[in-house]
């Protein structure tokens, strides 16, 4: 089941391509893997997938809260 889920997740390039799925679970997961959002897992009947989707939208969501931006150190003038 982990294999089926990743590959979706790898085959998809960009957002339009998720359209191109025929199986509505498979475009739905594709969706969410770019939106982020939990509302396409929501419409994924596939009980296995939407809980691995969930998962891969909160990991998303929480990479891109707690993201920590670099900063630069702070160099010393000499005068």
């Given amino acids: 089941m982990m294999f ?4 979706f ?3 998809a390039e960009d957002l ?3 359209t ?3 199986k509505p679970d498979e475009m739905n997961y ?6 982020g959002s939990a509302t396409f897992c929501d419409m994924i009947k ?3 997938v939407k809980r691995d989707c969930y ?3 909160i990991r998303i969501q929480r ?4 993201q920590l931006k670099k900063s630069e150190p702070k160099v010393e003038e000499k005068n």
Avoid: D
């Fill in 4 to 7: 089926l889920v990743s590959s």
């Fill in 9 to 11: 997740a790898a085959m």
């Fill in 16 to 18: 339009s391509s998720c």
């Fill in 20 to 22: 191109l799925k025929t």
């Fill in 30 to 35: 594709c969706k969410a893997s770019f939106a």
């Fill in 46 to 48: 596939n009980g296995g």
């Fill in 55 to 57: 998962f891969m939208v």
């Fill in 63 to 66: 990479n891109n809260a707690y």
